[in-house]
């Protein structure tokens, strides 16, 4: 099956892309709305959630509980999210039904009501969110890591805190939502059973008449690192350790992405063996690349027992620092086969090929085929990838622990 993608750039900004896999009966699409949390002004962290809720109450001729009903009759399987740059709706739907779903999404980031009766029930809502993550003590570590491994306003939580939450106001979503909800980098993956003519055509009548705004320049603060205890009556500790790496877009990605998976890609993993098998020190641990537009980190995570924390900490420093040293043929082989795997099953869904493609377009901008991929995979080697490992050794790394004792780090921060 031979993979084309379709691109097109309105006269506004707004990027449509669209990828015919004619062989399903769905469709899917995916929103990158420039929205992000990075753009939370000083103080009202969570805005951009907020915003999200509040559109997602009523727009166009449809209340919030018709633009509810409608998605169900269509047979709509939707998600909302808010990321560092972007506020994503997505969704998957028997392909017949693709242009009216994306009709009622027009709507949403067109014409949303903005009712002032519905902003108390959104607040609750996004209250919710900041309290559960009191109850995820894993969660709380990796959004803490990386709050201190990226400057402000890329490490933010996009969730904020329940003092900024009490802090919005309805004046706040009425200047938000028209600044940032725009077709200036707003990108548009489809994916699926599509005519690309027809699509193309009903996308310009849907947004067309958009008109783009300046957005306001983003200012940066200094990376925070170092180690970080959150003290915490419990009978677990959880770690975070993050270090720099190559972002999605640096050539050296896929090299990086291997020496990650050689950590952490399944079962037979470095860390998997080494800290859980081994000895049993966890019930949890994996690595990942984490990447922002221009810059890029791996993350990892453990969780374990108090009596265990320091070895757990001490084995997961060192299997980093001995990565630096190579990987092994046999390694190589099992990362590979794991990855061909996972590109396989996105064949089979549309909902993983129009996300991959917006993202590749945000980071990119070009989409990269499954085949481009596999080629990547392909060509990676074991020289390949300890070649960038002796340019690129795991090594400043920032820590962040919750739990009852605090951690030495002699090994992670000078």
């Known amino acids: 099956m031979t993979q084309e993608i379709h691109i097109e750039q309105f006269d506004n900004g707004l990027m449509l892309l669209a990828e015919p896999m004619p062989w399903l009966e769905s469709a899917a699409f995916t929103f990158l709305v420039p929205a992000g949390c990075s753009r939370d002004p000083r103080g009202r962290s969570g805005l951009a959630g907020f915003t999200c809720e509040m559109v997602q109450r009523g727009a166009g001729t449809r209340d919030s509980r018709q633009f509810i009903e409608d998605l169900e009759m269509l047979g709509v399987d939707g998600s909302a999210s808010v990321s560092n740059a972007h506020t994503s709706f997505s969704g998957a739907m028997p392909a017949e039904n693709l242009e009216e779903t994306l009709s009622i999404y027009a709507d949403v980031v067109l014409r949303p009501h903005l009712d002032e009766e519905e902003f108390e029930d959104s607040r609750l809502v996004c209250l919710q969110e900041v309290r559960a993550l009191e109850d995820d003590f894993a969660q709380k570590v990796m959004l803490e890591l990386r709050r201190r491994r990226y400057p402000d306003p890329y490490g933010r939580s996009s969730q904020g805190t329940e003092e900024s939450l009490h802090a919005i106001e309805m004046d706040d979503i009425r200047r938000f939502f028209p600044a940032f909800y725009q077709p200036r980098g707003f990108i548009l993956g489809v994916a699926g059973k599509l005519d690309w003519p027809r699509l193309r055509q009903r996308v310009a009548q ?209």
């Open 206 to 414: 849907l947004f067309g008449g958009w008109r783009p705004a300046p957005p306001p320049e983003i200012i940066e603060t200094p990376i925070t690192g170092g180690y970080h205890h959150i003290p915490h009556e419990t009978s677990q500790t959880h770690i975070g350790v993050a270090y720099p790496s190559v972002s999605y877009a640096d050539e050296d990605y896929f090299q990086a992405r291997g020496a990650v998976g050689i950590l952490s890609d399944g079962m037979s993993s470095r860390l998997f063996t080494e800290i859980r098998e081994k000895r049993g020190l966890c019930y949890s641990v994996y690595a990942s690349c984490h990447s922002l537009q221009d810059r890029g980190s791996v993350v990892c995570y453990a969780g374990t027992t108090t009596d265990r924390a320091q070895e757990t900490l001490d084995v997961l420093l060192h299997e980093l620092v001995r990565l630096s040293s190579g990987i092994e043929p046999d390694e190589l082989h099992r990362l590979k086969a794991r990855i061909k795997s996972v590109l396989i099953m996105q064949q089979e869904s549309s909902m993983s090929r129009s996300g991959a493609i917006a993202s590749d377009w945000y980071f990119l901008r070009r989409a990269r085929t499954l085949e481009e991929i596999g080629r990547i995979v392909d060509g990676l080697t074991q020289d390949s990838i300890n070649r960038y490992l002796a340019s690129h050794p795991p090594q400043d790394f920032t820590v962040v622990t919750l739990g009852d004792k605090q951690l030495e780090t002699a090994l992670a921060v000078p």
